[in-house]
Every structure is written in structure tokens, then in C-alpha cells.
């Protein structure tokens, strides 16, 4: 199996602030990465597909970039509605396969 | 629009079974892949099983393979999740998810609300 590897696993921020998570996959996954965003007792969202393809009606100040086994997904001006914790998670083969997770905190 | 409502989680014993279901509305069921995910207390996302959109191909991680099985009714429109030989680390929400394209490289782009299932005596 593919094993996706998150970092940082926690992050403190501030509204306002840029944010970066990093995400690294064990083998070549080309562009089959996606990103969600999960709330406390709440559905995972999709944000960003095939790496850097923003999902519809997701705010611009989210973006994904990287390909190959090395991804990053940036919040560009942190809002009081995106403390959430993100996976990245692959589909490029079965299992698919998701990181650990990062919370971000205020 | 889009809905994904599971039902069927609940509290079963260890090596007990449980059958979970997942109506599917607003979306032409019978077209696209469906997934089940669940997410356990303080841990993160994990992908438990795929099911293409007419049956024919079926995957499963190794944590449930053997244990559980995903099967789907067209005609109802309607997702399952069969899982028998439930363990403690079984216990979570399950999610069903839908494949967004009609490939085999997909995300999911809709979610149900959870289903909570705890395996405990």
C-alpha cells in the first residue's frame, strides 16, 4: 500500500496567517492526490483534486501544487471557518490510502 | 442535489455483524463508483472499501478484507456495507462516499452524515 505522509501532524495559526501542509507520497502517484477538509462531527469536504484543481464553490485562498510524491496544500489568508483538520489522500491505486491528518488550531 | 444518508450503525458486541446501508438521491446512482471510509475515535481517515458502479469489481483494505463485504442495489438505489467478525478497532463512523468522474482514478467530491458503529461488550 501507499503510504501518504503528512506534516506538520498540528499547527497553530492565527487569522490571517499563510498556512502550508505538506504531503508525501511512499511512491510516484503523478497527479491522483486529493486534499479534504473535516470538521468536528461533520463530513469530510473535498477542496482540491488532481493535485492543484480547486473543487467548485471552494474559496480561491485555498491552492495545491506538487506532483510525482511530493504535494502541498496552502490557505493563503486563514479565515476563522478553515481551523479543520486536512488530509491528502491518494487514488492512484487500491488501497487508496489517506495521510494522518493535520489540525490546524488558533 | 446530492444526498448520501447511511443508516444501520450501532452498538454490537465482538464478533458480532452489522449491516450498514447508504440511500443515494440527486445523481444517477447507477453511473458512478461508491466508496465506504470511516473514521475512528482520535485517529484519521481510512478507506475501507470501493465498489464499481455495476458491481463488477470490488476492493478492500487489509484491515476488513475477509470480514467485511460491499455490495450495492441499482434498482434501490441504495450502498451496503456487510460486516461480520467486528472487532473493537472496527468501532467508528462510516462514511459512504461517491466516486466524483466515472474513471478509475476518482475522488470523492459527495459524502453521507455518518453512521456510528461501536463494537463493545
Known amino acids: 500500500a501507499i503510504r501518504m505522509t503528512q506534516s506538520p501532524s498540528s499547527l497553530s495559526a492565527s487569522t490571517g496567517d499563510r498556512v502550508t501542509i505538506t504531503c508525501r507520497a511512499s511512491q510516484d502517484i503523478s497527479s491522483y492526490l486529493a486534499w479534504y477538509q473535516q470538521k468536528p462531527g461533520r463530513a469530510p469536504k473535498l477542496l482540491i483534486y488532481a493535485a492543484s484543481t480547486l473543487q467548485s464553490g471552494v474559496p480561491s485562498r485555498f491552492s495545491g501544487s506538487g506532483s510525482g510524491t511530493d504535494f502541498t496544500l496552502t490557505i493563503s489568508c486563514l479565515q476563522s471557518e478553515d481551523f479543520a483538520t486536512y488530509y491528502c489522500q491518494q487514488y492512484y491505486n487500491y488501497p487508496r490510502t489517506f495521510g494522518q491528518g493535520t489540525k490546524v488550531e488558533i | ?121
Do not use: H
Open chain 2, 1 to 121: 442535489q446530492v444526498q448520501l444518508v447511511e443508516s444501520g450503525g450501532g452498538v454490537v458486541q465482538p464478533g458480532g455483524s452489522l449491516r450498514l446501508s447508504c440511500a443515494a438521491s440527486g445523481f444517477t446512482f447507477s453511473s458512478y463508483g461508491m466508496n465506504w471510509v470511516r473514521l475512528a475515535p482520535g485517529k484519521g481517515l481510512e478507506w475501507v472499501a470501493f465498489i464499481r458502479y455495476d458491481g463488477s469489481d470490488k476492493y478492500y483494505a487489509d484491515s476488513v478484507k475477509g470480514r467485511f463485504t460491499i455490495s450495492r442495489d441499482n434498482s434501490k438505489n441504495t450502498l451496503y456495507l456487510q460486516m461480520n467478525s467486528l472487532r473493537a478497532e472496527d468501532t467508528a463512523v462510516y462514511y459512504c462516499a461517491k466516486n466524483q468522474g466515472l474513471s478509475d482514478y476518482e475522488q470523492f467530491d459527495y459524502w453521507g452524515q455518518g453512521t456510528l458503529v461501536t463494537v463493545s461488550s
